[in-house]
Structure formats: C-alpha cells, structure tokens
C-alpha cells in the first residue's frame, strides 16, 4: 500500500466558493503530482513539483494553483470554483521506480 | 518524445479465460513501462513496472507483462480473469527521470469480466 492520502474524496460545492485538496505524502518523494482525470478516464497532468518550493504548470492548462511548504504536502487550490471544474483530481508522488497514487478526489461544483 | 497506444478501449471475457490487454510504447531512450490498475472511484494501483532487468515481469493477482523491444510492445496478460479484474487499466511509459513529465499515460483499457 502506498502511503499516500487525499482529502476530501468527495466534495460537493457551490459555484465561486474556494477550495482546498489536499495531498500529503509519508514516503519522503520529492516529485508530486496532480492529474485531472476526465469522464473518458484519460489523465491529463495539471501541476508537478521538484521538491520544497518548487511548482510548476503540467500540460494541460489549469485555474488551480498548488503550493509546496513541505515535502510531505502538495494542496491544490481554486480560488473560484466553477462547474468547468468539476472532475477527479488524482494526486501521485514518485520515486526513481514507479509513482503511487492518491485515492482521487471526486470534485463536483453546482 | 514518448507515447503510448492502448491499442482497445474496451475488453471483455469470460471469468475464467486468458485476459490480454496491448500496449504499444514509441520512447527516445530505454524505457521504463508500467501498467496500472484503477477501480471505480479509487485511485491507481501499480500492477507491475518493466525497468531494463527482466522481460518478463510478473505483477500482483496474477497478472504479467512481457516487454519486447523488437515490436515496441508491452502487452498485459492474465492467464484466468476473476470477476474483480473488472477495472479500467492503463499503460505508462517514463523515459526522462529529470523531467517531471516523464509519465505518459495510455487512454486506457476498460475490462469487462462477463459471468
């Protein structure tokens, strides 16, 4: 099992409320990432980090904004939430063999 | 550049029989190949990973995957598919450890396990 969590799993929101998903990480990686998982289950990467301090914007174009304090804890933000947003966010971090996922946050704005 | 081709959207078989799920890879360099596993609702899990030891690499619930350079492939097999394989799969190729791009996802395989 990998050790890595997001929360909420699911979250239901009005439209231009703010919110916060939150991955965090035990296993000491200093890659993470978050993906934007489409109804047609493709995966699209949405930010990625290096390490503490480090963030940068994936391939496909994203509202959300992340942060990276510490090496364990890599949120995702959107600032005004709109019903374009809603999707599943999967968080994952790696090492030099393989990533390993979060359970996935299903995000649905009314 | 990488990518990936899952080459079928969906499969389905009988519980019991042979489960093949193809994947086509094109890399620069020696790639590392992976399939994950995704459940409803849940996130991915990794199956097995291919990184230039043996070509044939075994997975978890029986699950095994062979990498053949010669026609760029790295085909996931089962040789008796149980009702809880159902599950979307994907395969991943990662050619470029300094980039954090360096995962490219298939589109996905969709197993459906028919009683």
């Known amino acids: 099992e990998a050790d890595i969590y997001q929360t909420p799993r699911y979250l239901v929101i009005g439209t231009g409320k703010k919110i916060t998903l939150e991955c965090s990480q035990t296993?000491?990686?200093?890659?993470m990432y978050w993906y934007q998982q489409d109804p047609g289950m493709e995966l699209h990467l949405i930010h990625y980090?290096?390490?503490?301090?480090?963030?940068e914007k994936g391939d496909l174009s994203s509202e959300s904004t992340v942060s990276r304090i510490r090496t364990e804890h890599f949120p995702l933000t959107l600032e005004s939430a709109r019903p374009s947003h809603t999707s599943q966010y999967l968080c994952?971090?790696?090492?030099?063999?393989?990533?390993?996922f979060g359970q996935g946050t299903r995000l649905t704005v009314v | 550049a990488q990518s990936v081709t899952q080459l079928d959207s969906h499969v389905s078989v009988s519980e019991g029989t042979p489960v093949l799920l193809r994947c086509n890879y094109s890399s620069s360099y020696s790639p590392s190949l992976f399939w994950y596993v995704q459940h409803p609702n849940k996130g991915l899990q990794l199956l097995l990973k291919?990184?230039?030891?043996?070509?044939l690499v075994k997975g978890i619930n029986g699950f095994e995957a062979e990498f053949k350079k010669s026609e760029t492939s790295f085909h996931l097999t089962k040789p008796s598919a149980h009702m809880s394989d159902a599950a979307e799969y994907f395969c991943v190729v990662s050619d470029n450890w300094r980039g954090a791009d360096g995962l490219t996802f298939g589109k996905g395989t969709h197993l459906i396990i028919q009683p």
């Open positions: 994952a971090s790696r090492d030099r063999v393989a990533a390993f």
């Open positions: 980090s290096y390490g503490v301090n480090s963030t």
């Open positions: 291919y990184t230039s030891a043996a070509t």
């Open positions: 296993m000491g990686h200093d890659k």
